[in-house]
């Protein structure tokens, strides 16, 4: 069954690939849907009120058939009466004084269906049935029994049915019951209706004489209407889709305009503007956006200006700033140089000096840098390079740093090439930012710097168990001179402008820096770049909420209860001699240092390099809320 589903998913996508241009069509087309709704309505409706016509129609045919019936029927019950009751007199023969002479009952009924038969015409047919005779008798005077079945105009008696002869042997007035009327001349039956009566023959015997009008005349009046109602039906259908098609059309054709229009708004021709004739809603509707796009022309016009005007200011500055910074740092360097001659407040001043000139060439960098992102002026030297060795070069360089604040820098993932076209550079420096952040964050705990590559894509992830991030902050982290603490110091002289800078450095790779978080289980900042350079992210090789976050070891525990799988202890990880690098344990002095990152449970599975498809393009992230306090053995 497993082996089938496959083969069933690709049947279903092979009969859904000529019905995906219709169905794109139908759900961008306002238009089609609008003249479709409105012709499935029309539809309904002509059949709704075809069915209550016909129906009217059909009940006032019957009934005039039927008063009509009634009334012919009367009038032949009336008339036979009246022959038979002169045919008793002629018998009787008291006039005379002759013994009465019994009139023959066949050649009598023969007449009488021969002369109601004659003013028929094709209206109606006459059946004779007499009680006790056999159905099939004979028409004339010869047949076996002289007051046997009747019928006129190759109509044959079977067509009265048999509830009605029953019915008209016990009642003695006229009964009426549809029928239908078969014939010996090879016609198919017909429905008609039959009205008889119990009646006496000159001998004073009963019959039934039978009145059976067909619907012939009705039919072909019903069938007219059906036809006029069907041909009527397809022209108001069709007329009121048309009605619809001319109706929607002058309101979606202004709707696409302004869809159009609003699209090269977007792409930055500003200049568009719809044209508007008349005074209606729609007319109305077109002033109303050009009046807008007008404003936002303007709007946007006067940030560009300002924007350009700013950018403007700060490359300005930063450069004018230069020449007197280059002065001042030549005058500390000398200072500080002979700081050693001089009373140790005067010392301390220089080195304080030397320290904040530091900084400032730092900031000016910085300003610099994001002028030209800002501008649109930065240029990307991509080559392959290997990220193993950029990271490697970075965690180098933070190791004093490492060391005065009690951390570790863990790499992992770097025993196999991790190969991209990137500019190593920017890739350093995004890669600088991380780590320095991870370790001034960390609380003295280890910092896990994290590689992989799977699907045309590599990822650099810093993991860090210090203070995390709040909910909101992972998404404000990247701007500019943001900080989660306002009132934390900048240790390491930071200018509040590298996490904007490392994002930028990120989007000009066409890749992506994401940041995940949560209060007091530290954070993890992400970096994807696309493997070829121009190539396009479809997801990430290494998730963004890291395995051991607590939501994770949640639900790992929760499976382990489940399953009752025994675990086994699983060796933590620290870097040997307080050192930088691989897994271990590490000794200080000669006594075990204790692990300062939490160990992954031994229940969850090695899940290989797999690119994420749930990773979102840009520095949006994921912040999990801090529900309860955090434990001791949770850090």
């Known amino acids: 069954m497993r082996g089938l589903q496959p083969v069933i998913r690709s049947c279903v996508r092979w ?32 059949l709704l009120l075809g069915f209550v016509v016909i129906g009217q129609v059909k009940n006032g045919l019957l009934d005039a058939k039927e008063k009509a019936a009634e009334n012919q029927a009367a009038g032949g019950f009336s008339i036979a009466q009246n022959l038979a009751a002169q045919g008793s007199q002629a018998q009787d023969g008291s006039a005379s004084g002759a013994s009465p002479t019994p009139v023959d009952p066949g050649s009598w009924l023969n007449n009488l269906v021969s002369q109601f038969a004659s003013g028929g015409n094709g209206v109606y047919g006459i059946v004779t049935l007499s009680p006790g005779a056999d159905a099939g008798g004979g028409l004339g005077e010869g047949s076996a029994d002289a007051r046997g079945s009747r019928g006129s105009s190759h109509v044959l008696p079977s067509s009265v049915p048999k509830s009605l002869s029953d019915a008209v042997e016990t009642h003695t007035g006229a009964l009426k019951q549809y029928t239908m009327l078969m014939t010996d001349d090879g016609n198919p039956p017909r429905p008609a209706l039959a009205v008889g009566k119990r009646l006496t023959d000159p001998n004073g015997n009963t019959y039934q004489l039978y009145y059976l009008f067909p619907f012939d005349q009705e039919e072909k009046t019903l069938g007219l209407v059906k036809g006029t109602l069907a041909t009527a039906g397809i022209f108001v259908v069709v007329l009121l889709g048309a009605i619809a098609w001319l109706v929607t059309r002058q309101v979606v054709t202004p709707v696409r305009m302004a869809a159009g229009i609003a699209e090269r708004l977007a792409a930055g021709r500003l200049q568009e503007r719809m044209q508007v004739s008349g005074e209606d809603d729609i007319a109305r509707l077109g002033e109303s956006f050009n009046k807008m796009a007008q404003n936002l022309q303007v709007k946007i016009q006067q940030l560009e200006d300002l924007s350009r005007m700013q950018r403007r200011f700060v490359s300005d500055v930063s450069h004018e700033l230069r020449t007197p910074l280059t002065t001042v740092r030549m005058a500390a360097d000398v200072i500080h140089d002979g700081r050693d001659d001089f009373d140790p407040v005067t010392a301390r001043s220089a080195e304080l000096l030397q320290n904040q000139l530091d900084r400032f060439e730092s900031l000016l960098s910085d300003l610099l840098e994001i002028s030209r992102f800002d501008a649109g002026a930065a240029e990307l030297s991509a080559e392959p390079i290997d990220l193993r060795d950029v990271v490697r070069h970075v965690v180098d360089a933070a190791e004093p740093l490492a060391e005065r604040k009690g951390s570790r820098v863990v790499i992992r993932g770097d025993a196999q090439p991790v190969i991209a076209e990137a500019d190593s550079r920017r890739v350093e420096r995004v890669l600088r930012n991380l780590v320095v952040n991870a370790i001034e964050h960390g609380d003295g705990r280890d910092v896990v710097v994290r590689l992989a590559t799977a699907d045309g894509a590599v990822a650099v992830a810093v993991r860090d168990y210090g203070v995390g991030l709040k909910p909101g902050e992972a998404t404000r982290v990247f701007n500019r001179f943001w900080r989660a603490d306002p009132a934390r110091a900048r240790t390491t002289g930071g200018t509040g402008l590298g996490l904007s800078i490392a994002v930028e450095d990120a989007r000009l790779h066409g890749g992506w820096l994401q940041a995940w978080g949560e209060p007091g289980g530290g954070s993890q900042f992400r970096m994807t770049l696309p493997r070829t350079a121009g190539d396009s992210l479809r997801g990430s090789p290494i998730a963004l909420e890291p395995e051991d976050s607590r939501r994770n070891r949640g639900l790992i525990a929760s499976a382990a209860q489940a399953s009752a799988t025994p675990t086994v202890p699983v060796p933590r990880v620290g870097g040997a001699g307080g050192a930088i690098g691989s897994e271990g344990h590490g000794r200080d002095g000669g006594r075990l240092r204790p692990p300062l990152i939490p160990p992954m449970p031994s229940v969850a599975p090695a899940r290989p390099a797999t690119a994420d498809p749930a990773a979102l393009p840009g520095n949006g992230a994921r912040v999990v809320e801090r529900k309860e306090a955090v434990r001791e053995d949770d850090v």
Request: hydrophobic share 55%.
């Open 15 to 46: 009969a859904r690939r000529p019905l995906q241009p219709a169905a794109r069509l139908w759900r961008r087309n306002l238009q089609l849907r609008v003249v479709a709704f409105t012709l499935l309505m029309s539809v309904g409706v002509v």
